[in-house]
């Protein structure tokens, strides 16, 4: 659309080992996901708890290995390589953000030693100006006044600050990507707006490019440019934001968007249609649709072929027979 | 302070003020101002000071050779000559027990320091590279743990013809690293799995760093703990070998005066004295020392806390403390 994407995704895929030995079971956590993440846009990957979006985060922040696909970034496969150096060059363009403010900060350390260390290990500034620019990233991502915070442990800041903290650290490498695992989903509901604004504003200010790992549609919706939606560690659905939340096309969707309570409509009157859902679909899947089980739709050859992802509408694409045939 | 995090203590907020100004006042370091805080390990501390500053001064405030020999002042009772009296050999027992808290410190500080660096080193090695590394250490704890100690001790001093103080050192930290191990090893596998490990290698962060930078500076308080703890174990089990005669009875120590004590049955001829005095000697050291590890085992478990000082919390924070709160939040 914009620029050039510095990060891609080529079917990523991760399969976790379950189970003894004996009877060695395979976790689909993530299969064939394929998505780019552009300057200055924010992309929500949106799915239920273990739909396998975390895992996506922690392939593409390098901290596990994908079992096959590939990472590319700028142009070459990252998910491999193992050198210090060509690591480092990575995660100086890569950040991540964790879901815990309370565990993704060591308690012994102060808010100085967090921002401070990838300053240091990236040489990022000389190093008689690092204090300096300790206090420049504390100031832009809202933590006033620098000189204060810095000194402070991580137990004397509320979850907000703490994110906070985790975003400036991040931020320290000056990185082309972010991806933010559910950073505000611990976080207290009248404070989680100033996180998502931080980000909006890190997007057009820096040209970041962000990954917002969630499964909360409705911050998705006011963040994010562009959404991709996960079910069983496959990409379900995926398109500008506002097409796909307006008009959702994969009955997944549809089900995450009719579990929004409406506050125009009475509760009893809200009918989700939901059967019973089976969260093992990700255990060594057999051939078809992963969510014929719980889908309203469901018709015979969802049972018998895997669907793929089809671009129904301009850009908007889902996998699924009935409302995205493939032609 | 947010009520997110259910393991927060209300105290934390107003401890800040407190530790800062005694080490604004004094330059105390900050560990020390901790200890200092508790009731329990400032007296600890303070027994295992006298202690200490009582060997360091030993040769100057002994007032005879402790392995003097003259019958003409043999099996007197404490008397201003002998303030704790004389042995079948005439020598001073004052001067044997102060000459002899040197040996035991030394012998008990550094079996604490080889066993728990080893303990450190394995544990923590085991914990972060799993798989087949952490299965042999695993393998060796649980050999040195089901292994009784006082036999193998018994054994081992038997057959190593060396009685030094550097074989007797070895043989402690040999059959005491295995259990300290075991704890440290849990907990660099209960942090390992936090975030913050994870932040860190995130921002590129060498495995040696994330360790010694980011893991061990949680675990000192633990560390600390094992420490004192094989401290007092190793001066107690070297005192009962000694007692036994499987150390070198010619050098002089508490154990050895007790060996002697009993070797010339000197109860039955009603001399108390080389019976009491290197026995309340080891008493007070070990005391001092279960002091001072009560106190930091206050800090790192508030379940254990006596009283609730506001600046107990700091303390907490510095040794870890705060990891431990989290655990036990949720048991």
Redesign the interface.
């Given at each position: 659309m914009t620029a050039a994407a510095p990060l891609e995704v080529q079917s990523l895929t991760k399969h976790f080992p379950i189970g003894s030995a004996v009877r060695r079971a395979h976790v689909h956590a993530v299969d064939d996901v394929t998505f780019e993440l552009r300057p200055g846009t924010i992309t929500a990957l949106v799915g239920e708890s273990g739909s396998g979006k975390s895992t996506v985060a922690?392939l593409l922040?390098?901290?596990d290995e994908p079992s096959s696909g590939a990472v590319l970034f700028e142009g070459s496969d990252v998910s491999h390589v193992r050198r210090?150096r060509d690591?480092?060059r990575y995660?100086?363009q890569v950040?991540?953000i964790?879901?815990?403010p309370?565990?993704?900060?060591?308690?012994?350390?102060t808010v100085r030693h967090h921002v401070e260390?990838?300053l240091r290990?990236?040489r990022v500034v000389p190093s008689n100006q690092v204090e300096q620019r300790v206090h420049e990233l504390l100031r832009t991502v809202g933590l006033v006044p620098p000189e204060d915070v810095a000194a402070k442990?991580p137990?004397?800041l509320?979850?907000?600050q703490r994110q906070r903290v985790?975003i400036a650290?991040a931020l320290a490498?000056e990185p082309k990507v972010i991806l933010a695992d559910e950073p505000i989903s611990?976080?207290?509901v009248s404070i989680r707006i100033g996180i998502l604004n931080l980000m909006a504003r890190l997007k057009e200010e820096h040209g970041i490019a962000f990954l917002y790992v969630t499964h909360d549609l409705a911050s998705a919706r006011y963040v994010a440019d562009d959404i991709l939606v996960m079910y069983a560690g496959q990409i379900v659905e995926r398109g500008p934001i506002e097409d796909v939340l307006s008009e959702p096309l994969h009955p997944y969707t549809r089900l995450l968007l009719d579990a929004v309570p409406d506050p125009a409509t009475k509760t009893d009157a809200q009918e989700i249609d939901l059967r019973k859902g089976d969260t093992s679909a990700a255990v060594d899947p057999s051939e078809g649709c992963r969510f014929r089980a719980r889908c309203p739709l469901a018709i015979e050859i969802c049972s018998q072929t895997t669907p793929q992802l089809v671009e129904a509408r301009p850009r908007h694409a889902a996998r699924c027979h009935v409302t995205a045939p493939a032609s | 302070?947010?009520?997110?995090?259910p393991t927060?203590d209300p105290a934390?907020?107003l401890s800040?003020e407190a530790p800062r100004r005694i080490r604004r006042g004094f330059h105390v370091p900050g560990w020390l101002a901790l200890l200092l805080s508790n009731t329990k390990s400032r007296l600890g501390l303070a027994m295992v000071g006298l202690v200490v500053v009582v060997a360091v001064i030993a040769p100057w405030i002994s007032v005879a050779d402790p392995n003097g020999f003259s019958l003409l002042a043999a099996r007197q009772a404490p008397s201003w000559n002998h303030l704790f009296g004389t042995t079948d050999q005439g020598s001073d027992i004052f001067s044997q027990v102060v000459i002899g808290a040197r040996r035991s410190l030394l012998l008990g500080f550094f079996a604490a320091a080889l066993a728990t660096s080893t303990a450190a080193v394995l544990g923590i090695t085991a914990a972060l590279l799993g798989g087949l590394v952490d299965d042999v250490v695993n393998v060796l704890i649980n050999i040195f743990l089901v292994i009784p100690p006082i036999p193998l001790l018994v054994v081992m001093s038997g057959y190593v013809q060396d009685h030094g103080m550097t074989t007797m050192i070895v043989v402690l930290a040999l059959v005491l690293w295995a259990f300290e191990a075991r704890i440290l090893r849990a907990q660099a596998l209960s942090l390992k799995s936090?975030?913050?490990v994870?932040?860190?290698?995130?921002?590129?962060?060498?495995t040696a760093r994330i360790v010694f930078g980011?893991l061990v500076?949680?675990m000192i308080s633990r560390i600390a703990a094992a420490f004192v703890l094989v401290f007092y174990i190793a001066l107690l089990v070297d005192a009962g070998l000694e007692f036994l005669g499987l150390a070198d009875v010619s050098k002089t120590s508490w154990g050895v005066t007790l060996y002697w004590a009993q070797t010339n049955s000197t109860v039955l001829q009603g001399e108390w004295w080389p019976f009491f005095f290197p026995g309340a000697a080891l008493a007070f050291t070990v005391l001092g020392l279960v002091l001072l590890l009560a106190g930091i085992d206050e800090f790192t478990n508030p379940r254990l806390r006596s009283e609730h000082k506001p600046h107990r919390s700091r303390l907490r924070?510095?040794f870890?403390g705060?990891?431990a709160t989290r655990e036990e939040g949720v048991s």
């Open positions: 922690r922040a390098h901290l210090r690591v480092l995660r100086s950040q991540i964790f879901q815990d309370f565990g993704s900060l060591n308690p012994v350390k260390r990838p290990i990236h442990y137990h004397e509320s979850g907000g985790s650290r490498v611990m976080l207290d | 302070m947010s009520q997110l995090d927060l934390l907020d800040l936090r975030d913050f994870d932040a860190a290698r995130a921002s590129g962060e060498s980011e500076p949680n924070m510095l870890g705060r990891l």
